[in-house]
C-alpha cells in the first residue's frame, strides 16, 4: 500500500482525491492526511494546525508520496528538502516549478511534474519525450 498526502484541496486536489478514492485497485493507495490553509487534516477530519510543510518526515515515513495540488510557489520551495527526507514528489503545480529556490528535484526520480498548456492539454511529459528520443 502506497500512502499518499495530497496538499491542496481547491479543484484539483478534490479530483484527485476522488479519482484515488474510486481507483479500481482497491488498496493500492492510502490518503493519510490531506493538506489545506487550516492544517494538517486526518481521514478522521481531526485537524493538527501545529504541522508544518517543514516538518513533514515527523508525521509520514520516507517513500510517503507527497501531491502537491496547490499553485503556491512558497510550496514549490519546499520540493528538495522532502526528497532530501526521502519523499516522492509528484505536482502539477506550475508555480512551484518556477520558484526562487533552484529545483534540483528536476532530475531526480523521487519527482514528477506534469503540468497542462493553453487549453488544458498536458503536454510537457510528450515534449520531454520529444527530446529524450531526438524526434524534435
Keep these: 500500500v502506497t500512502t499518499v498526502v495530497v496538499i491542496g484541496n481547491g479543484l484539483i486536489g478534490k479530483a484527485l482525491l476522488k479519482e484515488l478514492a474510486n481507483d479500481t485497485s482497491i488498496g493500492r493507495y492510502r490518503v493519510a492526511a490531506t493538506i489545506n490553509t487550516k492544517g494538517l487534516v486526518r481521514p478522521d477530519g481531526s485537524v493538527d494546525q501545529e504541522f508544518t510543510l517543514h516538518s513533514l518526515n515527523r508525521h509520514f515515513e520516507p517513500g510517503t508520496i507527497?501531491?502537491?495540488?496547490?499553485?503556491?510557489?512558497?510550496?514549490?520551495?519546499?520540493?528538495?528538502?522532502?526528497?532530501?527526507?526521502?519523499?516522492?514528489?509528484?505536482?502539477?503545480?506550475?508555480?512551484?516549478?518556477?520558484?526562487?529556490?533552484?529545483?534540483?528535484?528536476?532530475?531526480?526520480?523521487?519527482?514528477?511534474?506534469?503540468?497542462?498548456?493553453?487549453?488544458?492539454?498536458?503536454?510537457?511529459?510528450t515534449v520531454r519525450a520529444m527530446v529524450e528520443t531526438g524526434d524534435t
Design 66 to 125: 507527497i501531491v502537491d495540488c496547490t499553485a503556491s510557489a512558497a510550496v514549490g520551495s519546499i520540493y528538495n528538502l522532502w526528497i532530501s527526507q526521502g519523499f516522492k514528489v509528484v505536482t502539477c503545480n506550475k508555480k512551484g516549478l518556477c520558484a526562487d529556490t533552484k529545483v534540483n528535484a528536476m532530475t531526480s526520480r523521487h519527482f514528477g511534474f506534469e503540468s497542462t498548456v493553453g487549453a488544458g492539454v498536458p503536454v510537457i511529459r
